[in-house]
């Protein structure tokens, strides 16, 4: 080989400067600068790597502050969304019973049948606001107002029947019973509303309940193909001075008006997105029981 091509072939060693690092042949160019030969001096490894300091303590910390007072922006701001929504729910709800309920049975429209919602029973004995409803609806009854009453609630089980125990009341306040019909399934409002059309075929009714439930049963029958009115029985919000057996005690007040709330919101629901049925459905059977043999 000449002397001149083994001259071209010669490479000089590479020798580094000092103070500089090897170079790998992989360092990363941003913006035309190498960026491990940019690191400061004495810097970590990690940070002539990823071309800038390793994040500290103080600056994670910070970072987790922010994150956290934003979750907390977003959930107040929902929070109050919730609220908002639940008391327009309310007020829908309330004012869809305007002109629709009535203080005196003699001063309520004639409908057919009177729908007279459960309300607890214990030790076999009606509750003073389920004994109220029944009342309410012994009084449309005789003022001919109604010709059937519907007594529709939980017997879940054996040892529990709010409607039976509202039909003897009913009997002995002189309703005869050929003019009674008990709906053992009526678990909740939606379902009493809904058995009492597909099952027993009401389609005009006066709804008996107290008046912080009104409301909602009226906007669930009513959105359910009855045409409903209701009779007012006193509670603690309306005519408290009528009831004659005392007062709601204010704990309880407060538990049925925060459940109430609740439950009106879940009555659009229901009415608009979810559809449920009840629990229960069968053949249509009409109103009227089989004498008792």
């Known amino acids: 080989m000449p ?35 940019s690191a400061p001096r004495g810097a970590p ?32 701001a929902a929070g109050l969304a919730g609220v908002v929504a639940l008391a327009g729910a309310n007020l829908f709800v309330t004012r869809s019973a305007e002109g629709l309920a009535f203080d005196q049975a003699a001063d309520v429209p004639e409908r057919p049948t009177a729908i007279v919602f459960g309300a607890g029973v214990v030790n076999g004995q009606a509750t003073p606001a389920l004994a109220d409803r029944v009342e309410g609806a012994v009084a449309l009854y005789e003022q001919g107002r109604v010709s059937h009453l519907l007594m529709t609630g939980d017997n879940s089980r054996s040892d529990y029947d709010e409607v039976s125990v509202m039909r003897d009341l009913a009997i002995e306040a002189g309703v005869p019973a050929a003019a009674i019909t008990r709906d053992h399934a009526g678990f909740d409002t939606r379902s009493s509303c809904y058995r009492a059309r597909d099952i027993f075929g009401v389609r ?37 001075d009528q009831l004659d057996w005392g007062q709601y005690p204010g704990v309880d007040s407060q538990k049925y008006m925060a459940r109430e709330w609740l439950a009106r919101a879940n009555s659009l629901l229901e009415a608009h997105v979810t559809h449920p049925e009840p629990q229960y459905l069968g053949p249509y059977v009409g109103l009227g029981e089989p004498p008792a043999s």
Do not use: K
């Not at 910390?61 to 007072?69: A, M």
């Not at 439930?213 to 906007?219: S, W």
């Not at 509670?235 to 408290?240: A, G």
């Open 3 to 37: 002397w001149y091509t083994r001259a071209m072939s010669f490479r000089p060693p590479v020798v580094d400067r000092p103070g500089s690092a090897p170079d790998s042949g992989e360092h990363p160019v941003v913006d035309g600068v190498d960026d491990a030969r």
């Open 45 to 76: 490894a990690s940070a002539r790597r990823d071309g800038g300091p390793a994040p500290t303590p103080e600056r994670r910390s910070s970072t987790i502050r922010r994150w956290s007072r934003r979750a907390l922006i977003a959930g107040v």
């Open 204 to 240: 005009a009714a006066v709804l008996v309940t107290q008046d912080y439930h009104l409301p909602r049963a009226l906007y669930t029958c009513r959105d359910l193909g009855i045409d409903a009115v209701g009779l007012r029985v006193p509670d603690w919000q309306h005519n408290p």
